[in-house]
């Protein structure tokens, strides 16, 4: 599977794992809107050659920039609203929370990768910051199955 195709696999994520209580839909940017800016991030690196190399690590850093805003924002929504949720929401809710801080850690190494591999080894990298994309994305989606399952 391309690059392409594995990011539009990967399908729509909705919100985290923080139950609709924590939520401030007003306050947080839609997830469909930030799922279609880091894929065209992605698809962009996907598709640049090792000639256009530094837009590429650009659009990468800027999608995991905008990841940790995101991610960060959800967090906040879970701790102003902990006292309203059950236990088990917030079991749920912050192991779903580290899987995403764990698996954009991961990214992160794969950008680092990315960014001080040698240009011979370009498609390589890519491939493997690909991987690290999906692995975070199965995240989120996990995520996202058990704040419906709530």
Do not use: C, H
Not at 96 to 102: H, I, N, Y
Not at 103 to 124: H, K, V
């Amino acid at each position: 599977m391309t690059f392409l195709n594995t990011l539009r696999a990967a399908g729509v994520v909705a919100l985290l794992a923080v139950p609709a209580a924590a939520q401030d839909t007003d306050a947080l940017t839609t997830s469909e809107e930030v799922r279609t800016e880091i894929s065209q991030a992605m698809d962009a690196i996907a598709a640049y050659s090792e000639q256009e190399r530094d837009q590429a690590l650009a659009e990468a850093r800027e999608a995991l920039n905008r990841l940790d805003a995101e991610i960060e924002r959800r967090e906040q929504a879970l701790r102003e609203n902990w006292a309203e949720m059950s236990n088990a929401a917030r079991e749920t809710a912050e192991a779903r929370l580290r899987d995403l801080r764990q698996a954009r850690n991961r990214l992160g190494e794969r950008y680092g990768a990315l960014q001080s591999g040698t240009s011979n080894a370009w498609d390589e990298l890519k491939t493997g910051f690909s991987d690290a994309w999906t692995a975070f994305s199965e995240a989120w989606s996990a995520a996202d199955e058990d704040m419906s399952a709530n």
